[in-house]
Nanobody, 127 residues
Framework: QVQLVESGGGSVQSGGSLRLSCAVS????????MTWFRQAPGKEREGVAN??????????TYADAVKGRFTISQDNAKNTLYLQMNSLKPEDTAMYYC??????????????????WGQGTQVTVSS
C-alpha cells in the first residue's frame, strides 16, 4: 500500500524559507514521477516541481512561478521527497501536496495523471 505523508508547512513572512518533506512508503519503482503540487483557495491545483527517474537518470522540472526559488530533491535512503522553498512570496500561500506515479506519463504537472497523493501541508506567507 502506497502512502505519502507531507510535513514541514507553516507560516512565514515574505522572503522567508521552508522545507517540505514527503515520506513515501510502499512505492518502489525504477521509473517514476514525483511531484509537488499546490492549491490555493478558489484556484485549481497546480504543479510546482517534479522529479522524474527514467532509465537510471533523474530529471527535474519547475513551474515558471517558482524557478530559481524552489528546489526539489529526494533522499532514497530515507524514502523522502523534499521541496526547499526560498524567497517565499504571499502568492506561494497554498496547501502543498506531494504526488507519485510509476512509469511514464504525458504531462508531469497534470494532477489527474497521479494515483497516489498525500494529505497536504499548509504554507502561509504573510507580507
Amino acid at each position: 500500500q502506497v502512502q505519502l505523508v507531507e510535513s514541514g508547512g507553516g507560516s512565514v513572512q515574505s522572503g522567508g524559507s521552508l522545507r517540505l518533506s514527503c515520506a513515501v512508503s510502499g512505492f518502489s519503482y525504477s521509473d517514476y514521477y514525483m511531484t509537488w503540487f499546490r492549491q490555493a483557495p478558489g484556484k485549481e491545483r497546480e504543479g510546482v516541481a517534479n522529479i522524474r527517474k527514467s532509465w537510471g537518470t533523474t530529471y527535474t522540472t519547475y513551474a515558471d512561478a517558482v524557478k530559481g526559488r524552489f528546489t526539489i530533491s529526494q533522499d532514497n535512503a530515507k524514502n523522502t521527497l523534499y521541496l526547499q522553498m526560498n524567497s517565499l512570496k504571499p502568492e506561494d500561500t497554498a496547501m502543498y501536496y506531494c504526488a507519485a506515479e510509476p512509469g511514464g506519463m504525458v504531462a508531469a504537472f497534470r494532477p489527474n495523471e497521479y494515483r497516489y497523493w498525500g494529505q497536504g501541508t499548509q504554507v502561509t506567507v504573510s507580507s
